[in-house]
């Protein structure tokens, strides 16, 4: 059965560092979002993605983040300069045609600032 | 701002007794996904319910959407232990941009 996966599993990083979250989507999605859960918390919005363009972000979703499809199969949130309250399971999801709200998740990165 | 309160926040129960549930909120949804996540692991679809007053099944879970779609809720008959797991709702935002706004979550362990 088609998933989504998310390298890498784990990634551990200096306060002020760049990092890039990779994500491959089911291949026939059209639709790409990012979602975080900061421990004990929420599962949170990040950003939507369609047709090369964020569809929504949220108020997280500040400067210091972006996303890109560089190709036809992966999609990548980075965060310029990470910050201490950046650390968090970053989860991405995709949909298809069979509606936008019916997301398939990955596995997660689970990302650590120091 | 669309929010959604799950309830209860945790529970714990006897195998073969039944549960509910809930998902509340004061706004309208387009649609409510039900999911279950387990520890360290992303959030797995279990079932997307659209229209208001639709009812799912899934084996021994029953998930409604309430008639205003401003509310669902879950009901697990005969709980199993392995129905242990923490379990979302997340609704469709209104925009059509696909958003979901999720729960805080319900953690039900089912003890032998």
């Known amino acids: 059965e088609p998933e989504v996966t998310q390298t890498p599993s784990h990634q551990v990083t200096q306060m002020g560092q760049e990092v890039i979250l990779r994500c491959v989507p089911i291949?026939?999605?059209?639709?790409f979002y990012w979602y975080r859960q900061i421990l004990g918390q929420k599962v949170e919005f990040l950003v939507s993605?369609?047709?090369?363009?964020?569809?929504?972000k949220s108020e997280i979703f500040d400067d210091q983040f972006s996303v890109e499809r560089p190709d036809g199969s992966n999609f990548t949130l980075k965060i310029r300069s990470t910050k201490l309250e950046d650390s968090a399971m970053y989860f991405c999801?995709?949909?298809?045609?069979?509606?936008?709200?019916?997301?398939?998740f990955g596995p997660g990165t689970r990302l650590t600032v120091l | 701002t669309q929010l959604l309160e799950q309830s209860p926040q945790f529970l714990s129960i006897q195998e073969g007794e039944n549960l509910t549930v809930y998902c509340n909120s004061s706004?309208?949804?387009?649609?409510l996904q039900w999911y279950r996540q387990e520890p360290g692991e992303g959030p797995v679809l279990l079932v997307t319910?659209?229209?208001?007053?639709e009812v799912k099944k899934l084996k021994r879970l029953t998930f409604q959407f309430g008639d205003a779609r401003k509310d669902s809720s879950l009901h697990i008959t005969a709980a199993q232990p392995g129905d242990t797991g923490l379990y979302l709702c997340?609704?469709?935002?209104?925009?059509?941009?696909?958003?979901?706004?999720f729960g805080q979550g319900t953690t039900l362990q089912v003890k032998p």
């Open positions: 999801a995709s949909s298809g045609t069979s509606g936008r709200a019916r997301q398939f």
């Open positions: 993605f369609y047709n090369n363009e964020i569809s929504e």
């Open positions: 319910v659209v229209t208001g007053g």
């Open positions: 291949s026939n999605h059209l639709y």
């Open positions: 706004s309208v949804f387009s649609s």
């Open positions: 997340a609704g469709g935002s209104s925009g059509n941009t696909g958003k979901l706004i």
